[in-house]
């Protein structure tokens, strides 16, 4: 069965601290994202990778950063965590060459306090 | 104007009925068109992928897509309480990227 898998389901941080998102997938897909998803605003993609070492912006990536060392983990990293990051943070994977089909991780609901 | 749009909802249907979800996209060049159910608290699951124009049927779930019009729509027949769910619409725009609209809660009274 495919598998995505997101460290934390819930986090809660501070205003300021750094936050890590860890996120790692068992089908040897190529390409990597993490979008986050807000009440009336959906699903956001703010990075994704391609390839290992290879990142991309997506539609929101101010504040965001991300790292790509392997090819099955894909790491979102807050420098300096603010209260508008709280949010819904979903990782995704699909291989090159399919149908589009993104293959989700289960969230990692962030409050910034 | 948002690239792929969705009635928020919700959309309330009896029991054993038709619910219809629609969706419009900007990109006249896209090609690939997907429907995730997403049910409160989880994360998205692929129900249907469409390409051509036409109907594409999968059990009780059919997806339409009208190219011309910019237009896809899922029609759930049979409808189950188990069918609530927030649809999301999202359309490939290359470059291994797809582009979400904002769900279409869906409500099935028993």
């Known amino acids: 069965d495919v598998k995505v898998t997101q460290s934390s389901r819930y986090l809660v941080k501070r205003t300021g601290e750094k936050v890590f998102l860890e996120c790692v997938q068992d089908m040897d897909h190529e390409n990597m994202f993490w979008y986050r998803q807000d009440p009336g605003l959906g699903l956001r993609l703010i990075y994704f990778s391609y390839d290992v070492k290879m990142k991309e912006k997506g539609d929101i990536p101010e504040g965001y950063s991300v790292s790509r060392e392997k090819k099955e983990r894909f790491s979102l990293i807050l420098e300096s965590a603010s209260t508008n990051q709280t949010s819904m943070y979903l990782c995704?994977?699909?291989?090159?060459?399919?149908?589009?089909?993104?293959?989700f991780g289960e969230g990692s609901r962030l409050t910034v306090l | 104007q948002k690239e792929v749009e969705q009635n928020s909802g919700p959309l309330s249907v009896p029991e054993g009925a038709i619910a219809s979800l629609n969706c419009t996209y900007s990109?006249?060049?896209?090609?690939?068109f997907f429907w995730y159910r997403q049910y409160s608290g989880k994360s998205p699951e692929l129900i249907m992928f469409?390409?051509?124009?036409g109907d594409k049927e999968d059990g009780r779930f059919t997806a339409q897509l009208n190219k011309a019009s910019q237009y896809v729509s899922l029609l759930i027949r049979d409808s189950q309480p188990s069918d609530s769910a927030t649809y999301l619409c999202a359309v490939y725009t290359g470059f291994q990227k797809l582009v979400f609209g904002t769900g279409t809660r869906l409500l099935v009274s028993p």
């Open positions: 469409i390409y051509s124009n």
């Open positions: 990109d006249r060049g896209s090609q690939s």
């Open positions: 995704a994977s699909s291989p090159t060459g399919g149908t589009g089909e993104l293959f």
